[in-house]
């Protein structure tokens, strides 16, 4: 009953979320904390922590690789775009981490502290940036969906949920109730952010009513046709899995424009810090030579 569904669901170009996620956050704390326990451990000499800065200065320079293979066209057969996300994303964390081993951990000065805390904030920034990239791309590396694409796949989906659900007009009611209010526009950033925060209890309040009448209606069916119990749990599975493969695609769908948004938003705050950390850190390697 809900096979057809449930793997046209499965087939959807929808932003999932990955373990890496939760990998990346609980790892890059324990990343920082060795690199803390190496600059801890290292024998202190000028040459060691100058070479160890130079290293991490030049990864962060390296950075600036991934968006100028984006947008120089002669760059766009050096290799795939997604070996070069990977590494911009490897150096943002290696080259910060090498500069904090470098510090010792420490900002001497007012310039080292200013170039320091920059690089954080950009560090910090690109792990949020990422974040919200895979919700607005299929996986990490795929093209770039569009809200056009997503809901002109629900609306496929749309058609073949209610059709299935005829028997229960109730549940059906409640669905297109969801859909429509999920799937409003709506004008302000504020509201959009709401939405986000939300709408995972709405999804799952509807999905419970639904499984309820859904329920409800399937066992007064299955006395009238003599259903055997098994029959019943069987038909009753097959549809709650429907239900909330399609409730969670809904849900994808109204979240996209919201993280598109952000996406625009992040830009506008990013580049002008990835600015701030490059004249910084170009003043502090001036002082160092200098002084």
């Known amino acids: 009953m809900a096979g057809t569904v449930a793997s046209r669901v499965d087939a959807a170009p929808a932003i999932r979320k990955a373990s890496s996620d939760w990998r990346l956050l609980l790892g890059l704390p324990a990343v ?15 040459n060691l922590d100058y070479y160890l800065g130079l290293a991490g200065a ?16 002669f760059l766009r057969a050096a290799g795939a775009l997604r070996f070069w996300f990977a590494s911009h994303m490897a150096l943002g964390i290696g080259g910060p981490l090498l500069i904090l081993v470098h510090s010792r951990f420490q900002a001497r000065s007012l310039n080292a502290a200013v170039a320091l805390g920059c690089m954080l904030v950009v560090m910090l ?25 997503m809901q002109s796949f629900l609306r496929l989906d749309s058609g073949q949920m ?23 526009p709506r004008s302000s ?6 939405s986000l925060l939300t709408l995972w209890l ?46 969670r695609n809904v849900q994808r769908a109204a979240h996209f424009a919201v993280w598109e948004r952000l996406f625009s938003l992040w830009h506008v705050v990013h580049v002008p810090f990835v600015y701030m950390m490059v004249a910084s850190v170009l003043a502090h390697v001036v002082a160092v030579h200098m002084y």
């Not at 499984?211 to 055997?228: D, F, I, K, M, N």
């Open 162 to 184: 209610h059709s299935k659900l005829t028997f229960a007009p109730e549940a059906e009611r409640l669905l297109l109730a969801f859909e429509r209010s999920a799937l409003a």
């Open 32 to 46: 920082f904390a060795a690199g803390w326990a190496l600059s801890e451990s290292l024998p202190t000499g000028p």
């Open 58 to 73: 030049c990864m962060m320079l390296a950075l600036f690789l991934y968006p100028l293979r984006k947008r120089l066209r």
């Open 202 to 247: 709405r999804r799952r309040l509807t999905y419970r009513r639904c499984r309820y009448e859904v329920a409800l209606t399937l066992a007064q069916l299955g006395a009238r046709r003599g259903w055997p119990p098994e029959e019943s749990r069987r038909r009753r599975r097959a549809v709650a899995h429907t239900l909330d493969a399609y409730l």
């Open 125 to 149: 920034s690109g792990v949020v940036g990422r974040f919200i990239y895979k919700r607005i791309h299929h996986g990490l590396y795929g093209e770039r969906a569009t809200l056009q694409q």
């Open 189 to 194: 950033l504020g509201g959009s952010v709401w």
